[in-house]
């Protein structure tokens, strides 16, 4: 029998429509840790972060990370998620990190020691003004968490892992880290992600179990999304190589298909079933 605190499976939920599960569905699912796409500006209040944690306790699940969105971003297209996604787009930057921190405080309330998101896509010129520019505001989002006791998840899929790598000791700053999802490193075209994780994996903390497949274009248009053990990441040797990087954090599911709540449901079931027949093979 597996030790119960080595991979604990987790899922992406939401307290309002939007992305993610509800918690009931965890619950019904036994699924014993979440992370959690942070609620609307107006629902992040105290009284809202003291009835979800009482939710959490009568349910007997564990928050594991807050993550950040914002209105106007959009995932169309890839020349979309440059233009919208995260803290890189200039005109909305300044805002986001107002409200990236406004998010950490409610990370706090809810007593979650980490906030993830989606930076954006960063340039690939480390010598170019914009990249510096984010380098800056990352630093500010890092020494505001810093403040709350917490670290920040970036979420891979817009860049390459050397590009990561270099961002973050760019950053310098002891609470970076890293999501890991594989599959979005394939929906996006940029690069394996089982060899990525010999380049990251010192620095991931959490991951996302999701899979996808190649666009015939990589890195111009989408890979296409597809239920867990479906598509190219290799879901077993994915898991085998988070052990050799001395990975231990919960294996928490996504799977983006709010639209159709029932087989969302059947999807994560499945993923569920999956990862623990694989993690008592991994392991035993």
């Known amino acids: 029998m597996v030790d119960k605190d080595i991979w604990p499976i987790g899922v992406f939920t939401s307290i309002d429509a939007g992305l993610g599960v509800r918690l009931e569905v965890a619950s019904q699912l036994k699924i014993p840790t979440i992370q959690l796409h942070t609620p609307m500006r107006e629902g992040r209040s105290p009284q809202l972060a003291e009835s979800f944690i009482k939710s959490l306790d009568d349910l007997g699940i564990e928050l594991t990370c807050v993550f950040g969105g914002f209105d106007g971003e959009s995932y169309a297209d890839i020349p979309t998620v440059e233009r919208t996604v995260g803290l890189v787009p200039q005109e909305t930057r300044s805002s986001r990190l107002q409200e990236m921190r406004e998010i950490s405080d409610f990370a706090r309330l809810l007593g979650c020691n980490v906030v993830g998101l989606h930076l954006g896509v960063v340039p690939h010129d480390r010598n170019c003004k914009d990249y510096a520019e984010i380098v800056t505001v990352t630093r500010q989002l ?19 892992a050397e590009s990561l790598r270099h961002f973050i000791q760019d950053t310098q700053r002891p609470n970076l880290f890293i999501n890991f999802d594989p599959a979005n490193m394939i929906l996006y075209g940029m690069g394996n992600p089982i060899e990525a994780l010999d380049i990251i994996g010192e620095y991931v903390r959490s991951v996302h179990c999701k899979d ?57 079931k499945h993923a569920s079933d999956l990862l623990r027949m694989l993690t008592e093979k991994i392991w035993r």
């Open 142 to 160: 890092c020494d505001h968490v810093s403040s709350n006791e917490q670290s920040i998840h970036l979420e891979t899929g817009q860049e390459t």
């Open 212 to 268: 996808g497949t190649w666009s015939d274009q990589p890195g111009i248009t989408w890979g296409r999304e597809v239920p867990l053990g479906e598509g190219d990441v290799g879901i077993e040797t994915y898991l085998r190589k988070l052990k050799e990087i001395g990975y231990r954090g919960p294996l928490t599911i996504e799977r983006e298909i709010p639209q159709e709540p029932e087989r969302q449901k059947a999807e994560i």
